[in-house]
T-cell receptor, first 115, second 110 residues
Framework: DAGVIQSPRHEVTEMGQEVTLRCKPI?????LFWYRQTMMRGLELLIY????????DSGMPEDRFSAKMPNASFSTLKIQPSEPRDSAVYFC?????????????FGQGTRLTVV | DAKTTQPTSMDCAEGRAANLPCNHS???????VYWYRQIHSQGPQYIIH???NNETNEMASLIITEDRKSSTLILPHATLRDTAVYYC???????????FGAGTTVTVRA
């Protein structure tokens, strides 16, 4: 298994532009998570999907952020418009049954720089 | 509201055991102790978890005190590739959320 696959690995964009991050979870996993990591705030959960349905989006910082999971094998995190303070590493993770008593598998992350 | 306390950093010698402490004095009866690590420029990686019994897998051992207020992650034979940030996380059984703190930066030296 290739693990959780994220693309792109690096993204540099100008302020105001739309940014789309992509994630392919591990086949068979029914839970998907988007995390953001910054030096100041560490790793934060942005949104959690279970069976393709958003269950908890309380970590999404504001309306500029949106996430979708159209099917069990693909999810996107979109920022529109992007701002410099969105610069961070964004991780996608997947697991079985929300990770209850099981492990979550993380992708390699997308390093986003907004200039 | 941090549920765990870990040292900021620690060094250990290659080939020796690395003992990583974690305090979780307010842990509840239905909360597990999880350990993850993050190697530079990679995503976090699961290591081990436990409730009250000691646990061992191919990566590490987890020793939880009888009162469950603290635990120790043991890397039996540290290698340079074990250099990473190690996170101790307390998590209610059935909760999907992993709350990462600052962790312990472990540097394994040759």
């Amino acid at each position: 298994d290739a693990g959780v696959i994220q693309s792109p690995r690096h993204e540099v964009t100008e302020m105001g532009q739309e940014v789309t991050l992509r994630c392919k979870p591990i086949s068979g996993h029914n839970s998907l998570f988007w995390y953001r990591q910054t030096m100041m705030r560490g790793l934060e959960l942005l949104i959690y999907f279970n069976n393709n349905v958003p269950i908890d989006d309380s970590g999404m910082p504001e309306d500029r952020f949106s996430a979708k999971m159209p099917n069990a094998s693909f999810s996107t995190l979109k920022i529109q418009p992007s701002e410099p303070r969105d610069s961070a590493v964004y991780f996608c993770a997947s697991s079985l049954e929300g990770g209850m008593n099981t492990e979550a598998f993380f992708g390699q992350g997308t390093r986003l720089t907004v200039v | 509201d941090a549920k765990t306390t870990q040292p900021t950093s620690m060094d250990c010698a290659e080939g020796r055991a690395a003992n990583l402490p974690c305090n979780h004095s307010t842990i509840s009866g239905n909360e597990y102790v999880y350990w993850y690590r993050q190697i530079h420029s990679q995503g976090p990686q699961y290591i081990i978890h436990g409730l009250k019994n000691n646990e061992t897998n191919e990566m590490a051992s987890l020793i939880i005190t009888e009162d469950r207020k603290s635990s120790t992650l043991i890397l039996p034979h540290a290698t340079l590739r074990d250099t990473a940030v190690y996170y101790c996380i307390v998590r209610v059984f059935g909760d999907y959320k992993l709350s990462f703190g600052a962790g312990t930066t472990v540097t394994v030296r040759a």
